[in-house]
């Protein structure tokens, strides 16, 4: 038999997860193991280890062994497991430390085991190493493993590849918590939302929250029938979700990223397998990432029978559809793009102005187009006419120049970042004003019904739901 180098287990570190990714690993396993509660501790004063604690069905030392096999198999818990290839715990945790901890308690039998690449690459062997009493106490959160019948901890130590070259090491942790919590509240946030059989993950005592990256409860979220296909003989199930626009956003939803500036980056495909999040963001093709599409996200639930076929990769954070997926869901993307494109010309306004009186009047030429402030619009028109000939022409020159500086470009960037626009909020005292000045100005001569019909077209009295009162109260004298 050839046995490896010993210097596999420096290559094996370079597969490219992050360290929240990494995390997700472990807590995969977790998962599998029927865990329900899972403590996450990250020493954010030395920076000297990261930790996670499970209460879930734990390991003898026959199991931590082969948990620990390089080469370890990926069977059990068929049709509810999170794991891929079975190498998850050691390919995860080598690549961010040199020193991987496995403690478990099995009917309250504890067995503790060792990965450390300087022991190995010093022996020149590929020894795992057994703790002993002593060892066990020295490591983070043994207090409360030692309070479960049984569970599973996992220690990180030397965290040469997490941590880089950072000149302090605890604040660096301490910088990465908000990062982690947010991928791992997203990756799990099925979990972690059940009713019943719920998930709890803690990083640093302080509770994950689910982050629903489709708003399920938000009333104002549309969303399709849940839907299935078969792809490789098995079925494959697809919802599609159209969020709300700003306006319909609650202020700790606009807090989020994927809901503000990186909205147009979420946009597209979410793939979950056994309910746990696999990819985001993309459409894989099927369409282009778009202002007009990035409130569209589509949820896909694989089986994992099909990894293989969706090329899963070992960091469950890369897939790609198959093509009869791809084929299947083109000819139904345009009713789906739609529903989100349709949100954001509702909140819109009509190019023409036959049916509202615009403040601004939007102008298409061979040179693209602008806006101009619409002079024929009653307010507009009311101030004008209250002023000398001389002045009401200053006015309107002072109009063109405004018009001709409109920062299309600023405005652009602040809606594509999803920011939200301050709107004037037109109360009674500020409307009883714009209407007596345009009475005092003369602009209306008939009675109140032809008033009313006139400013109930005319920005922005067209969404004043009291007009016709005012109306009345002013020119029913």
């Known amino acids: ?47 000297d280890y990261i930790a996670v604690l499970d209460d879930g069905e734990g390991m003898d030392q026959v199991s931590a062994k082969e948990a620990l096999r390089l080469a370890g198999t990926a069977h059990g818990h068929e049709g509810q497991r999170l794991g891929r290839f079975g190498l ?32 190995v690459k010093q022996t020149g062997s590929w020894t795992l190493l057994v703790l002993d009493a002593a060892d066990i106490n020295e490591l983070p959160m043994v207090p409360e493993l030692r309070k479960l019948e049984n569970g599973t901890l996992i220690v990180w130590n030397k965290l040469d590849l997490l941590l880089g070259d950072a000149k302090n090491p605890g604040e660096f942790l301490a910088m990465s918590i908000n990062e982690m919590t947010r991928h791992i ?90 309910e746990r999040l696999i990819s985001k963001g993309h459409w894989f093709g099927l369409a282009s990432l778009s202002e007009l599409t990035k409130l569209t996200r589509i949820q896909v639930d694989i ?38 494109k349709r949100v954001h010309s509702f909140r819109g306004r ?38 000398e000939p001389s002045q009401a022409e200053s006015i309107v020159s002072l109009f063109g120049t405004i018009a001709s500086q409109y920062p299309h470009l600023d405005v652009y960037n602040e809606i594509a970042g ?19 000045a345009m009475k005092d100005a003369g602009l209306f001569e008939a009675g109140p019904d032809s008033v009313y019909a006139i400013l109930s077209m005319t920005e922005p009295f067209d969404n004043l739901d009291n007009l016709r009162d005012l109306i009345d109260q002013l020119w029913g004298d």
Not at 102 to 117: E, F, G, Q
Not at 353 to 382: L, M, P, Q, T
């Open 1 to 47: 038999m050839v046995e490896p180098s010993v210097d596999l287990l420096e290559s094996m570190r370079s597969v490219g997860y992050s360290a929240e990714a990494a995390i997700a690993d472990i807590i995969d396993n977790s998962i599998d193991a029927n865990a329900r509660k899972i403590q996450i501790d990250l020493d954010v004063v030395n920076g």
């Open 88 to 119: 998850g715990l050691k390919t995860a945790s080598l690549s961010q430390a040199r020193c991987l901890t496995v403690v478990s308690v099995k009917n309250s039998v504890i067995t503790a085991l060792r990965w450390d690449i300087d022991h």
């Open 185 to 274: 509240g997203l990756t799990f946030h099925r979990y972690l939302s059940r009713r019943n059989n719920k998930l709890s993950i803690t990083i640093n005592k302080v509770e994950v929250k689910s982050i629903d990256p489709f708003l399920s409860e938000n009333p104002k979220t549309q969303r399709t029938p849940r839907e299935a296909l078969i792809v490789g003989g098995h079925e494959v199930f697809f919802e599609a979700f159209t969020l709300p626009h700003q306006s319909g956003l609650s202020a700790e939803e606009r807090s989020r990223i994927d809901l503000g500036e990186g909205m147009r980056d979420a946009q597209g495909f979410y793939i979950y397998r056994n």
């Open 303 to 340: 089986p994992r029978n099909l990894d293989s076929l969706w090329q899963l990769d070992i960091k469950k954070s890369r897939i790609e559809p198959p093509a009869s997926f791809k084929n299947h869901l083109r000819k139904m993307m345009e009713p789906i793009l739609k529903k989100g």
């Open 350 to 387: 009509s190019e023409s102005s036959a049916e509202v009186v615009h403040v601004w009047n939007k102008v298409k030429d061979r040179s693209g187009f602008r806006y101009e402030i619409n002079v024929e619009n009653s307010v507009v028109k009311a101030t004008l006419m209250g002023l």
């Open 418 to 436: 999803n920011a939200a626009p301050a709107i004037e909020v037109v109360d009674d005292a500020l409307a009883i004003e714009k209407l007596k």
